[in-house]
């Protein structure tokens, strides 16, 4: 057995275990962005579990015209963290500023994933249960409402037919095609 049998899992558990962490700073971050119901159940959730940390940072980190600098430094602080111990254990060299760097065009990816996933979960809410509110209904639609809106000016309903997630689907897709290889080649990510 090589190095890879205990090395792979624990990668795993870090990338996840930060992962979903760095998930819900970065929901709380936009959903506050958004002005999103702060009462919804979710919200609450991601306030409750966010919270500790950014009650420290907020210390030393005020906010900038409703923009919570806060989270933000967080979820980078969290990104760089975790791209570290997985450097650490591979047993690569270590470049400190690297993973700083490196966690821009990660993050980013992340939150335009976010807004994708966002959206296609919409669309399949509307189709199983269309016309009906429920928590996670009303935080999609907060969330997604930003980038829908401006699409559904462009491409209104056809018979009925809203094609307009389509179209904020496409362009998300080719925003991350355009804007991360350029990020991930200045800041010289070794992660595609």
């Known amino acids: ?20 962490y760095i ?8 959903l506050q962005l958004v002005r999103a119901d702060f009462y919804n159940p979710i919200s ?19 906010g900038l015209g409703g923009i919570d600098l806060s989270a933000l430094i967080l979820a980078v602080g969290l990104k760089y963290l975790e791209l570290l111990l997985i450097i650490l254990i591979s047993g690569a060299s270590i470049n400190l500023l690297g993973p700083l760097f490196w966690s821009i065009p990660e993050l980013i990816e992340l939150i335009i994933n976010i807004f994708l996933f966002a959206v296609l979960i919409q669309v399949i809410l509307s189709w199983i249960n269309p016309g009906t509110y429920n928590p ?9 409402e930003p980038v829908m809106r401006p699409a559904r000016k462009l491409l209104p309903p056809i018979s009925g037919l809203d094609l ?24 010289g990510s070794p992660f595609s």
């Not at 609450?44 to 005020?62: A, E, G, H, S, Y």
């Not at 689907?169 to 290889?181: A, F, Q, T």
Request: no cysteine; charged share 10%; proline share 9%.
């Open 136 to 144: 996670v209904s009303g935080i999609l639609f907060s969330l997604t």
């Open 44 to 62: 609450q959730f991601l306030v409750k579990i966010t919270t500790p940390p950014l009650r420290i940072l907020r210390r030393f980190i005020p």
């Open 23 to 30: 998930l819900v700073v970065l929901l709380r971050f936009l």
């Open 1 to 20: 057995m090589g190095s890879d049998y205990f090395t792979n899992p624990l990668v795993f558990l870090i990338k996840t275990l930060f992962g979903l």
């Open 164 to 187: 307009s997630p389509m179209l904020v689907m496409i362009g998300l897709v080719l925003l991350k095609m355009l804007l991360l290889p350029p990020l991930r080649a200045i800041t």
